[in-house]
């Protein structure tokens, strides 16, 4: 994988870090092709692609962003089965990847698993995006690089994951995650959550 599979050096670049495809299971509308091609008509000359609990879509999306001329970032969201706890965790180099498998697979494997615990076992090669303030402090006092997500942009200071960031010194990063490409696209995201959770 090499040079492909690198997280951004920087975490103020312009690269959407929050992007779920179909591979996001009952979940994400479009295909991988689709928002690579979205990507590289918008001017991205990077793309995370972040499906939730897998790396299903991991070939499709470097063969997608070779074509493109887009940088592709791998990585995941990973989901807590217990509590409402998300990180993306975004490759930076092989050993990244390698325990981002790992990961994956104890999450799929293990119905106690505990992504609070399980990650700073495994977070070499890896850079973290959280929205919980808890988790947040929790990986960086045990040394994950971690980042505050924000899914939207907040008022200065009002938010507790900006006021947590500001007292860890650690960074913030815009990360509206996407499901969809088009704003008609909606109706079908919310199909997939009601079919999901049978409402």
Known sequence: MGGLCTAPTGWNEMTPLNT???????WGTASVKELVRRAAALGYVRLALTDTDNLYGLWPF???????????????????PRRSLRAVCLVENEVGYRHLCQLITRR???????????LPRRAEGL??????PAALETW?????????ALPRRPRPGSH???RAARRLELP????????FLEP????????????????
């Open 20 to 26: 779920r495809s179909h591979f996001s299971l009952m």
């Open 62 to 80: 470097l063969t997608a962003c070779r074509r493109a001329g887009i940088r592709p970032v791998v990585g995941a969201e990973l989901t807590d």
């Open 108 to 118: 799929k494997r293990r119905p106690a698993f505990d992504l609070l615990a399980a």
């Open 127 to 132: 850079r973290v995006l959280t929205q919980s």
């Open 140 to 148: 960086h006092r045990s040394g994950v690089r971690v980042a505050a």
């Open 160 to 162: 507790p994951l900006c």
């Open 172 to 179: 913030l990063v815009a990360t509206p995650g996407s499901f």
């Open 184 to 199: 008609g696209d909606h109706a079908f995201h919310r199909l997939l959550r009601a079919i999901d959770t049978n409402t």
